[in-house]
């Protein structure tokens, strides 16, 4: 007899969680706590004896589901986590909003599309940690470059380091380099803790233009790359694959990329790609031949993001570094 599973919407907020069986329709609102955690099993238990007929579906909400989804590991439920955009775009036409309604219709997409469901698979505790410190770091950075921003424009009126309010910001700054310089010791210490990290960084680092806080990220935002099954899905991800837009003989519009996608990652591999221009040759001969030919130089340096991307999946599946080949002279 074919299994048949239970799926489960989840609506999560800092403070509560709200969940609707798809079949039943049953809903139950819980803290977001461990108390309201073992409100749930109990709740679960009602429908199924054996928890791993559920298949619960979450949105991604960051740090408000972390202990919940510790929580699921242990008791052994299955949860897969989708985004938002992705559900927004399935449902239709919609009326009306509340977190009971928004969990049905979680329960309901998830049945719907259950082909599609990533069922979530616990990740090592270094890999756990190493989100963590880099998530840290990030917030920190664009701390620190906003209050840069802010002094380089008192500067502009004149104001001197000594005046009180420039001097404030100037002392955040540096305490600001020194927690950033500890959590970048902190990550390499990380990374050397655990030999399957400590490979994928060696690989990624062997490649021109990948640097010690790019393959850290895309160590965290892959799950050491077991997230995405090739690179493609990866430069979908991050928002620097291609995509035609055409329809008919009335719009023939260019190829261009999703403003759907990671920024931050974006931003990242557009820094690897411009670094590989400069001190990569196959690199720069590609950049020159292409611009050289009238060719848009965005386009070009897309290429090339894409070209960073599909090496550095290359190297994960071949597990050796990348060898750079020389271009010989003319």
Not at 56 to 74: D, I, R
Not at 121 to 134: E, Y
Not at 164 to 192: F, M
Request: charged share 30%; hydrophobic share 40%.
């Amino acid at each position: 007899m074919e299994k048949v599973l239970q799926f489960v919407g989840a609506d999560l907020s800092k403070k509560s969680i709200d969940l609707v069986i798809n079949q039943t329709k049953h809903h139950l609102c819980i803290e977001n706590s461990t108390t309201g955690f073992k409100q749930l099993i109990k709740w679960l238990r009602l429908c199924t004896k054996d928890l791993s007929d559920i298949i619960l579906v979450m949105e991604h909400t960051g740090l408000y589901s972390y202990c919940f989804e510790k929580f699921l590991f242990e008791k052994g439920i299955h949860f897969a986590k989708v985004n938002p955009v992705e559900i927004k775009y399935s449902i239709g036409v919609v009326r009306g909003k509340s977190d009971k309604v928004d969990a049905a219709r979680i329960a309901k997409y998830g049945a719907e599309k259950q082909n599609r469901l990533q069922i979530q698979t616990q990740i090592s505790k270094a890999l756990d940690d190493l989100k963590m410190l880099n998530t840290s770091r990030d917030k920190l950075v664009r701390t620190r470059a906003s209050l840069k921003t802010s002094v380089e424009e008192f500067r502009n009126i004149g104001m001197g380091d000594r005046e009180p309010a420039l001097r404030a910001q100037l002392k955040i700054i540096k305490s600001l380099d020194k927690e950033i310089k500890l959590l970048d010791d902190q990550i390499q210490i990380t990374i050397n803790q655990e030999s399957e990290l400590k490979k994928t960084y060696t690989l990624l680092t062997s490649i021109t233009g990948v640097g010690t806080v790019i393959a850290t990220n895309v160590i965290v935002k892959t799950g050491n790359f077991k997230r995405f099954s090739n690179s493609r899905k990866f430069a979908c991800y991050s928002g620097i694959a291609p995509f035609e837009h055409t329809s008919g003989t009335s719009i023939r519009g260019k190829t261009r990329v999703s403003h759907m996608a990671d920024k931050s990652m974006k931003t990242l591999l557009d820094l690897a790609a411009k670094t590989a221009i400069r001190c990569d040759p196959e690199i720069r001969a590609f950049f020159d031949k292409r611009t050289a030919n009238g060719k848009p130089k965005m386009s070009t340096i897309n290429i090339i993001r894409n070209k960073v991307v599909g090496r550095m999946f290359a190297v994960i599946k071949r597990q050796t570094p990348y060898v750079m080949r020389l271009i010989e002279a003319a």
